[in-house]
Nanobody, 119 residues
Framework: QVRLVESGGGLVQAGGSLRLSCAAS????????MGWYRQAPGKQRELVAG???????NYADSVKGRFTISRDNAKNTVYVQMNSLKPEDTAVYYC?????????????WGQGTQVTVSS
């Protein structure tokens, strides 16, 4: 079983910054893609940013130029640096990882961390 634990969420004023971290633990053979998703009240969960094991990244148009995703493969940890935050960035942010264990490849989710941006 793989466990993803997020940290770094909180309340920030518009224009401020936050850095989210997500550490994967358990019996992990390998992790492929990792990413951050978010879900605002009344909206569907959406991809914010993703990163492959090789370091290739992709971003939602709404966060390009403001958010930067990175990962530390040795620590099975993924980060997202969020700058110039806007009230519309307010959501629960979830970490995601594609990991292989004894049972093969599966998709795993963290419990979510709240990000609130005040205007």
């Amino acid at each position: 079983q793989v466990r993803l634990v997020e940290s770094g969420g909180g309340l920030v004023q518009a224009g401020g910054s936050l850095r989210l971290s997500c550490a994967a633990s358990g019996t992990i053979f390998s992790i492929n893609a990792m990413g951050w998703y978010r879900q605002a009240p009344g909206k569907q969960r959406e991809l914010v940013a993703g990163i492959t094991s090789g370091g290739s990244t992709n971003y939602a148009d709404s966060v390009k130029g403001r958010f930067t995703i990175s990962r530390d493969n040795a620590k099975n940890t993924v980060y997202v640096q969020m700058n110039s935050l806007k009230p519309e960035d307010t959501a629960v942010y979830y970490c995601n990882a594609q990991a292989s264990t004894y049972g093969g490849w599966s998709n795993y989710w963290g419990q979510g961390t709240q990000v609130t941006v005040s205007s």
